[in-house]
């Protein structure tokens, strides 16, 4: 019972900070480093655009795996969200994945009040309550399900914060709230949703988020401003 008070308190303090995304117009830019096995094979770049009520936001992934000097895994990724007075309308992706190709086109259709898929795994309609999987944004960490940024598909979920832990940034040690965000449906072990996410609860700023699959993987928050 203590642990899901604590949780509703950290997620309180934040959220009335960060209750929309207009709160992010004074961040231009959010730079993670990909690491696989404790290595930086690659980055994820997000970059921010304000103008009035419109926020734009821009990724670029990109990483590989190499083994003997052959490139065994690859991903070249660009997106974009687009949201107009804190509500997503559009969100675009194309990923290369290996040379095989993945692809979103979502928009919001304000007459059915849903979102209209057209992906590579999923087409049809989703609640406008979903969020893009994407780790610049910390509500991500508040919905109970999420659309894939590489294919479309919605996958549920659940976050539980597990505990206050301490990570170096910047030759810093710095307090961050630990959570798990895991999946609850019945998913292959391929499919399922299942990280640890570090957040700076004052900031409202995703500084890591690790996962284990075929190695250790992490997204490592390099710089944001």
Not at 98 to 109: A, E, T
Not at 152 to 181: A, H, M, P, R, W
Request: charged share 30%.
């Amino acid at each position: 019972m203590k642990k899901y008070i604590c949780i509703f308190y950290i997620l309180s303090c934040y959220f009335s900070v960060f209750a929309n995304e207009s709160h992010y117009k004074n961040i231009s830019k959010i730079e993670m480093d990909v690491l696989r096995n404790d290595k930086v094979i690659g980055y994820s770049n997000y970059f921010f655009k304000h103008s009035g009520d419109t926020m734009i936001v821009e990724n670029y992934t990109k990483f590989n795996i190499e083994m003997f000097g052959i490139k065994v895994f690859e991903i070249d990724s660009k997106a974009k969200e687009i949201y107009e007075k804190d509500k997503l309308i559009s969100f675009e992706s194309l990923t290369l994945q290996n040379d095989k190709k993945k692809f979103v086109k979502l928009s919001y259709d304000k007459n059915k009040n849903k979102f209209i898929i057209n992906g590579s795994s999923y087409v049809g309609e989703a609640d406008h309550k979903n969020m893009i999987g994407n780790w610049w944004n910390i509500k991500i960490l508040d919905t109970k399900s999420q659309i894939s940024p590489l294919s479309g598909s919605i996958k549920k979920q659940e976050v539980i914060f597990t505990n206050e832990d301490q990570v170096e940034y910047k030759n810093k040690k710095i307090k961050l709230s630990k959570f798990k965000l895991k999946s609850t449906e019945d998913l292959p072990d391929d499919k399922k949703l299942d990280f640890d996410i570090w957040l700076d609860s004052n900031k409202g700023i995703i500084f890591k988020v690790k996962y284990n699959r075929l190695g250790s993987w992490e997204y490592r928050l390099k710089n944001y401003q």
